[in-house]
């Protein structure tokens, strides 16, 4: 019985020994992996490296890592010189085939996200204009809401208003645009069926005013992002991509 108890109290501080020396190495793997994508993918700052998986050497010793989480910071879009930022920028990978260095690393699937949320939207607008939440049904089309004082929004393009209309430039102006992706890093916002307004003649310069683009710079290739849905926190990014290279 006392040479059982010996043994199983060698076997627990074995088990102890494996789970420290393989949780030290995940924490290795984790910093040179950060390392790599960070220079392979030209980002401004080292992204935050998470391996899933127990054990991690067994899986090392296989060549293939079950899941891998990246989360990128220093992401930004931009609209005209008008600059904000891209939150909650992540890549779920899976499937990751490794060599023994990490100097090459192939998932054979991958998914990513990113947060435009509506204040930086609003940052990013023509000025006088607020882009927000259009409600479940809108929302549901693809639509966010983009208002602001009709004044504001006609100075911001620059458009005279004579002095006979000058009183009615206080007046709310709101529309609904559809938004869209382009080539992975381009958000389109289009408005649909301006309200009539009170000031004649002006239909034009305000849709190419509330009409405009973003341009999310900066995302690494690991991510491609291929759709968009607005949520009550804001535009909502995703996409899928196979066979990907995180380390070229």
Not at 24 to 52: H, N, W
Not at 86 to 101: C, F, H, M
Not at 222 to 242: A, N
């Amino acid at each position: 019985m006392r040479a059982l108890r010996i043994l199983l109290i060698f076997v627990v501080i074995l088990g102890g020994l494996f789970v420290a020396v393989d949780r030290a190495a995940v924490y290795f793997a984790e910093s040179e992996a950060a390392s790599k994508i960070r220079s392979s993918q030209g980002l401004t700052s080292e992204p935050d490296v998470s391996i899933k998986g127990f054990p991690f050497l067994t899986q090392v010793a296989g060549s293939k890592l079950d899941e891998i989480e990246i989360s990128v910071g220093g992401i930004t879009a931009t609209a005209e010189g008008r600059q904000v930022e891209v939150t909650e920028v992540k890549a779920e990978l899976r499937d990751v085939k490794v060599n023994s260095s990490f100097s090459s690393a192939v998932a054979g699937s991958a998914q990513g996200s990113a947060l435009i949320s509506y204040e930086d939207l609003s940052k990013s607008a023509p000025q006088g204009a607020t882009v927000s939440y259009a409600g479940a049904e809108r929302a549901a089309k693809g639509q966010v809401k983009v208002s602001g004082p009709l004044g504001d929004l006609l100075e911001g393009a620059g458009v005279d208003v004579p002095t006979a209309f000058q009183a009615m430039l206080r007046e709310e102006f709101t529309a609904y645009s559809t938004v869209s992706l382009e080539d992975g890093d381009k958000v389109r916002l289009r408005a649909e069926d301006l309200p009539k307004l009170s000031v004649p003649g002006v239909e034009g310069e305000l849709k190419d005013v509330v009409d405009y683009d973003l341009t999310i710079d900066g995302l690494p290739s690991t991510i491609t992002l291929d759709k968009v849905t607005t949520t009550q926190d804001g535009l909502r990014f995703s996409g899928t991509g196979t066979d990907v290279d995180l380390t070229s």
